[in-house]
């Protein structure tokens, strides 16, 4: 996991990022890792990586400092210009990306889905028969795959990633066709199978890649978030854009919306989280978010239960039971009004005056709120039973249209006095 958080008002944008990794394959987290980096040597531009830290095993800060090097001093116009440059730069390239390492890394994608799929089908089999699959005959088997494929399909109900859609879904299918149909025989091969379940398997094999899973508050485990900060050339205020780009297929990002952040005229200030962002809505609210749903979930239920655990205790005739049943649905409309006074608490005594107070901060304070909202995560963690998955120094920079990119918290893996090189280069 990460901690990461802008901080920004009309000033200046203050970034701040946690220097924890974790190696999947080994289970173990080093507290190393570079995640925010200068986007433009020569102009007020910054990047910073979350969540994943390689794309098709290629490190993202390899990837950001051959960009920086194409760019060079090209200014953009504004951030979001810098952000779609940035896409195209990682589209169409076979350089980085050679079509048969996106082949590749798809079939890591469908062989780690199709495995988890059909235990989760010999477990549900399992349950149904002592002896498992030998005590089924071929129909009540095929019956049973096409039933699980079908509970497999609930994912169609999602929203596709960004710009994706069914027809992007029927020409991967196309192109690759042979490959997931290899891995469909290989996993499914003690099981019958109908065209039309071979067809829904296809498809599902592509829904698992395109689709949304932020929906169910899953995250995906290959996907990166990337957040790129600054000012453009006619940016008079600082602007966000950040998306998350889960692989890249046929020369093309897999990847969600370009959403936005900025500072106007009318608005003052924002603070923006990324990736573990428990400790700074407890800060910013009040309140830790597991917390308020655990109340907003008990409050509805006990508006729920009560009129019928009052009315199965008295002795009412059906119709009268039912008046007071319509009386008590209007009084349960309570429970919202209760809900939204919540919110506006949270944002009167909490949100709001720490927005006011953001919004009128020097670059230096900037820096240090950014740094210590970090810290509030990685001293959780620290505190709690759960790996220190966020952790090390904190890299902190802040950004401002006239001074560019400044770093106010910087670690090196190596020792500056041997390396007057490096900052002769201004990396």
């Not at 969540?51 to 200014?75: H, S």
């Not at 504004?78 to 350089?95: C, P, Q, V």
Request: charged share 25%; aromatic share 10%; net charge neutral.
């Amino acid at each position: 996991m990460t901690a990461e958080i802008i901080v920004m008002n009309k000033l200046a944008i203050a970034l701040a990022a946690d220097s924890a990794v974790t190696i999947g394959n080994i289970d173990k987290v080093f507290s190393s890792a570079n995640k925010l980096f200068m986007l433009s040597k020569h102009h007020p531009v910054g990047i910073m990586v979350y969540a994943n830290a390689t794309i098709l095993d290629i490190p993202w800060e390899t990837i950001i400092k051959i960009y920086r090097l194409k760019i060079g001093k090209n200014e953009k116009n504004t951030i979001l210009d810098y952000t779609n440059d940035f896409i195209n730069f990682l589209s169409n390239n076979t350089n980085l990306f050679p079509i048969e390492l996106q082949k590749l890394f798809f079939n890591i994608i469908l062989e780690a889905h199709f495995k988890q799929d059909v235990e989760m089908l010999n477990s549900e089999i399992k349950k149904d028969s002592s002896r498992g699959i030998d005590e089924l005959d071929e129909e009540q088997i095929k019956i049973k795959v096409e039933n699980h494929i079908n509970d497999l399909l609930i994912i169609n109900k999602l929203d596709f990633l960004g710009s994706l859609n069914e027809q992007d879904v029927k020409q991967i299918i196309k192109n690759h066709k042979i490959e997931i149909d290899e891995v469909i025989d290989k996993h499914y091969q003690d099981f019958p199978k109908s065209r039309k379940s071979r067809n829904l398997l296809r498809k599902y094999a592509v829904y698992r890649l395109t689709k949304d899973y932020s929906q169910l508050g899953i995250d995906y485990p290959i996907n990166s978030g990337i957040v790129l900060a600054g000012f453009g050339k006619d940016d008079i205020f600082p602007i966000v854009t950040y998306f998350s780009i889960r692989s890249v297929l046929d020369n093309r990002l897999i990847m969600s919306e370009i959403k936005t952040k900025k500072i106007s005229h009318t608005n003052d200030a924002e603070i923006i989280p990324f990736a573990q962002s428990d400790m700074v809505s407890n800060f910013m609210n009040g309140v830790l978010p597991n917390y308020r749903k655990w109340i907003s979930s008990y409050i509805k239920r006990i508006y729920d239960d009560l009129p019928s655990l009052i009315l199965s205790n008295i002795n009412l005739s059906d119709s009268d039971k039912e008046l007071i049943e319509d009386k008590f649905i209007k009084i349960g409309n309570i429970q919202y009004e209760f809900f939204l006074d919540i919110e506006k608490n949270e944002v009167e005594k909490n949100r709001g005056p720490i927005y006011n107070i953001v919004g009128v901060l020097p670059k230096d304070e900037l820096a240090k709120m950014a740094e210590t909202l970090v810290n509030l995560t990685l001293f959780k963690k620290r505190i709690s039973i759960e790996p220190e998955t966020v952790g090390g120094p904190i890299d902190v920079a802040v950004i401002t249209k006239g001074d560019g990119f400044i770093w106010i918290k910087r670690k090196h893996y190596f020792e500056k006095d041997f390396n007057p090189y490096f900052f002769k280069k201004g990396l």
